[in-house]
């Protein structure tokens, strides 16, 4: 059984906390976690994984033990988180990866897999949108704030960065049956991590930025068309954020495995 280890790494000035498991001679695995996790998501699948690849899984600027500045130190954008994971990348000596794609962590592994093509060996998708038929109904008042960022549409949005929804991203939309599988000191992490000063602007930030992601669709589309990387799919049945099946459209012109699980939007 190959442990994990903890380790941090300084990055063009920021403090970056990972996991690793796996010997580096292996095919690399990137795992990138949404919001508002962090590498903690991974604790129960690096040391299986790690039979087969090296497994790194960073903690994103903003989350987990990763440095935090505030939103007026850091660019914090989709763009620029992962301007910092390529530096991190080449800080570990990691050249070709799997990348999965999660809530936030797809914008920021799409922007990898879109600047270097060559370096992506294959992309595990669950419950990462890319796609516009993926966002329903429920994202049109968010789509509202998004076009007129005013105080009027910001006050429509749902109440979401507190304690409460935090714990929702978890149980929401679940099961009684399934809800208890879920351990509390998940979102109980996330929230001490999230009421560090200034971290609900970061994460705010972050939300208002998932519309440059959105506009990246179609973008998103020519990439798997071009380059065709092997996709593996997941997706929670029970996920109320993103819609399911309709990534199929956007990874099916190549080799995909798609499998439906029983999980709400964050699979942890």
Request: charged share 25%.
């Amino acid at each position: 059984m190959h442990k994990p280890r903890h380790r941090t790494v300084e990055v063009n000035g920021l403090e970056i906390f990972y996991r690793e498991a796996g010997s580096p001679d292996l095919p690399c695995v990137l795992l990138l976690h949404g919001f508002p996790s962090s590498s903690h998501t991974f604790r129960h699948v690096m040391a299986p994984l790690a039979e087969v690849s090296r497994v790194v899984a960073p903690d994103l600027p903003g989350f987990g033990f990763s440095a935090a500045p505030r939103v007026d130190e850091y660019d914090y954008t989709f763009a620029h988180l992962a301007d910092t994971m390529e530096a991190f990348l080449d800080r570990i000596g990691v050249g070709e990866f799997f990348v999965y794609l999660h809530d936030f962590g797809a914008p920021v592994g799409y922007h990898l897999a879109t600047r270097h093509p060559d370096r992506i060996l294959g992309l595990i998708v669950q419950n990462g949108n890319a796609h516009e038929d993926g966002l329903g109904s429920q994202w049109d008042v968010v789509r509202d704030f998004w076009a007129d960022p005013s105080e009027a549409n910001r006050a429509k949005l749902p109440e979401w960065l507190n304690f409460e929804g935090t714990r929702e991203q978890y149980l929401g939309g679940l099961p009684e049956r399934v809800r208890d599988l879920h351990a509390p000191e998940s979102w109980h992490l996330d929230w001490e991590r999230m009421s560090r000063p200034g971290n609900l602007d970061v994460q705010f930030q972050l939300f208002t930025d998932y519309a440059a992601h959105v506009a990246r669709f179609g973008e998103l589309a020519r990439y798997h068309r071009t380059h065709r990387p092997p996709c593996l799919v997941f997706w929670g049945r029970h996920d109320r954020v993103h819609h399911r099946c309709h990534q199929v459209d956007t990874v099916r012109m190549n080799s995909l495995a798609l499998i439906y699980g029983k999980s709400s939007h964050d699979a942890r």
